[in-house]
């Protein structure tokens, strides 16, 4: 019974996904899902993005929180045009959240939308918001034995960029194993290693992602 | 209709979470919900406090997990009970998984029983499982911000335990604004700084927590 709630709602959910992106494409933006743990440093990372784009690329972004407007004012501070959502208490954006705020952003003028989740590892993989491909940041300080034991993020990405990598002196994350068991979940997957507190990583991972516009 | 399904399951659990309290009285065991995102330290935490407390008293565990056994392996090592839950998709526990592994435990032997949570910040703190106290671990690495940003688990648990301290160095975790928002959040939290890697703090939070047996 309780499967099959959650079954209308995904059902329900990819419906409107499909409306959303379909008013992207329609826009002719490119919109990325950014997942993440809490503290994996999604907003930061989104910061260095968005400095290392900004001159080729117009972008906008959603920002997913369960309460509060922190991250929007730091990416507002940026210049770009960013709305926040508040879930109340719900661990994951979903296609109707992100369908009753498209009126708030002017999509026909950007290229890139980031839609950054709330900070959860399980539940945003499991819910299409129209975008065209989903990426999640994974903090090193976070230990090497994620990618086996929350595995579904790992499939559905198209990018996993490794954050954190000027603390890998101070930890004994195995590098190797995050690539190994990432890609043997995920043989697809682009995976990038960035320090956002120092900017390392951080060019090439832009540049890749811009060249997902053509 | 999607708050009022939410609020009948979270009735249903609380219903169950009671029998499995009185069941936990019944048998003199005091029972922790240990809390905190992927990555935090929870399970290397336990390994130090089950070291710290096994002459004391006798600990057991159930694991939660997404997939995999690699948790309980690690706890099973240090020669305590321990039983693996695995959510399947599930983004928490609730208190029908742990009422349908309590017979696997030797819980009239146990002092006390230590419920590992899937690794999320968000909804954990919303399913008692029957439960005296949660609790919470918070590694330094994660960022200050995000107690005004995840504020239920933080009103919800009578500990923080602020894990990997040992970073602090290479960090600019601001401490003070962790302490300061988590205890306006919840004036009774009790706070903890330790480092898993290097031990330190481990004994002032075993002890405390041994003196939650009285």
Redesign the interface.
């Known amino acids: 019974m309780?499967v099959k709630?959650v079954t209308r709602?995904l059902e329900a959910n990819d419906r409107i996904a499909e409306d959303n992106r379909k008013r992207f494409q329609a826009a002719g933006v490119t919109v990325v899902n950014l997942m993440g743990?809490?503290?994996a440093?999604k907003t930061t990372l989104l910061e260095r993005t968005i400095r290392a784009l900004q001159s080729r690329l117009k972008v906008g972004v959603i920002e997913g929180?369960?309460?509060?407007t922190?991250d929007a004012e730091r990416i507002g501070a940026l210049g770009v045009p960013v709305v926040q959502i508040n879930t109340g208490?719900a661990?994951h954006l979903d296609a109707n959240m992100i369908s009753e705020v498209l009126d708030e952003l002017p999509l026909a003028e950007l290229d890139l939308l980031i839609i950054e989740n709330?900070?959860?590892?399980?539940?945003p993989a499991?819910f299409k918001v129209g975008e065209d491909a989903k990426m999640m940041v994974l903090?090193i300080?976070?230990?090497h034995?994620?990618p086996?034991?929350?595995?579904?993020m790992f499939r559905e990405s198209s990018a996993l960029v490794l954050n954190?990598i000027?603390?890998l002196p101070?930890?004994n994350t195995d590098m190797n194993k995050v690539r190994n068991d990432s890609l043997a979940l995920n043989p697809k997957l682009q995976i990038f290693e960035v320090s956002c507190a120092t900017g390392e990583g951080i060019d090439r991972w832009a540049q890749w992602l811009s060249g997902l516009r053509s």
Chains 1, 2 share one sequence.
């Open positions: 309780k709630v709602i743990a809490p503290g440093g929180d369960i309460v509060g922190d208490g661990c709330v900070g959860n590892l399980v539940c499991e903090s300080a976070e230990g034995d994620k086996l034991k929350y595995p579904l954190k000027d603390l101070y930890m």
